[in-house]
């Protein structure tokens, strides 16, 4: 398991065995079961996870009951509560497991320190949160300017290998259309 | 107008008089008219902007002509298309200037040579960047779960400022609500 965070930092920074070794010093490992939750919505967000293994979603629970999945995460993305792990606030969102999953988890204290040894990895997270922010973006334009079927095709573009592992109901509000709509267009 | 930069980079890290001039000296200073364009889509985009004053507004033009904008930017913000610039393609999108503008640019490999100078501008790039990250998730949030109404309260709580400068028909396009709508709220 190791072995897929080291090739997705190796693709941005080259490490030493003894380097990976010290950065993964600074991580634990976490196993999850299908339904289990690892972030609860009103809680503090003590880490930030690496997938390894499995499938989970990050939702957000609105005023009238209602949930909208933000992300999905498979092997080799990265999830949290970004304003609560970052701002040392409460979660806003909720994360649970969609299959059983495996992280690598960090705290912000742990995060911040191993880039102030090893600036390497400095350089790595700016470089992931860069690509998270360039994904939200076009998510954003995303749902503004197309319609339930372009974003349906270009979910299927994006993430071929999710269609098959995702209930029809989750894709549909990760994509903001109805599940009548999805299921109309995924015939 | 260094004074500007000097106070946001001041909130994260520390910098002495001659690390300040040393930061400075990779910028370079942009003026700009009221309508003109900084970023053109299918252009490069070769620099990062830092607003020191006036307003410019990103936005997307859809395959039917349509506008929506995606973000305002006024003195204090960064503004750029984060695609474009971080991935070295062309633009998807236009930044143009809503009142004359002053800011201050830089290239990638100029802010990559700065960080790697002094990692302490990498420190601070990657908390803005985790900044814009939480935000955008936040924007995505409003945009998936919250009506129209929720969504034009939300923007006079947070830019406040904003109201008075911005016409009501590109605060509709941002809050993804007809011109009708925003005008009946704002009555």
């Known amino acids: 398991m190791e072995a897929v965070l080291r090739q997705q930092i190796g693709k941005i920074v080259s490490l030493s065995d003894d380097e990976f070794q010290f950065v993964l010093s600074h991580f634990l490992v976490g196993n999850y ?55 040392k606030q409460n979660a806003t969102l909720n994360i649970d497991c969609l299959e059983d999953a495996q992280t690598f988890y960090i705290t912000l204290e742990n995060r911040e320190k191993l880039c102030a040894e090893l600036q390497k990895m400095e350089f790595f997270f700016l470089q992931k949160m860069t690509a998270g922010n360039i994904a939200l973006q076009n998510r954003i334009l995303s749902l503004m300017s197309k319609n339930s079927e372009e974003r349906y095709m270009q979910f299927i573009q994006l993430y071929p290998d999710l269609i098959h592992r995702i209930p029809k109901t989750l894709i549909a509000s990760y994509l903001g259309i109805s599940r009548e709509t999805l299921s109309r267009l995924s015939h």
Chains 1, 2 share one sequence.
């Open 33 to 87: 079961k299908k339904h289990q939750y690892i972030i609860q919505q009103e809680n503090p967000v003590p880490y930030v996870h690496f997938v390894v293994k499995g499938l989970l979603k990050s939702f957000y629970i609105d005023k009238s009951g209602k949930k909208h999945i933000l992300q999905f995460a498979m092997k080799d993305w990265w999830i949290t509560d970004n304003q609560g792990f970052y701002n």
